[in-house]
């Protein structure tokens, strides 16, 4: 089974910077996309940011130009690169993956969630 460990999160003020990071443990084959969800309370899950496996990238209009998300296919991580937060990219911020895995059975293709890491932009 896929695990994956998101650390980066924190309180920032206006303007503020912070670098989230996901990595991806387990008995992995191959990992295709690899993206970035939040979810400010009260709201549904959105998508942020994706990556495919070849690097294509997109990013929801709400935070093109501020946030750049990056994989290192090596260590099986992805990250994202917030830049210029505001107090509305306040939420909770999950990773997911897309990966073919290894069982006993066979390989298996799924999608794997983190944890979840708070961000907070407030003055």
């Known amino acids: 089974q896929v695990q994956l460990v998101e650390s980066g999160g924190g309180s920032v003020q206006p303007g503020g910077s912070l670098r989230l990071s996901c990595a991806a443990s387990g008995s992995i084959l191959s990992i295709s996309a690899m993206n970035w969800y939040r979810q400010a309370p009260g709201n549904q899950r959105e998508l942020v940011a994706g990556?495919?496996?070849?690097?294509?990238?997109n990013y929801a209009d709400s935070v093109t130009g501020r946030f750049t998300i990056s994989r290192d296919n090596a260590k099986n991580t992805v990250y994202l690169q917030m830049n210029s937060l505001k107090p509305e990219d306040t939420a909770v911020y999950y990773c997911?993956?897309?990966?073919?895995?290894?069982?006993?059975?066979?390989?298996?293709?799924?999608?794997?969630w983190g944890q979840g890491t708070q961000v907070t932009v407030s003055s």
């Open positions: 997911n993956v897309r990966a073919i895995e290894r069982t006993p059975s066979g390989l298996r293709a799924g999608s794997a």
């Open positions: 990556i495919t496996g070849g690097g294509s990238t």
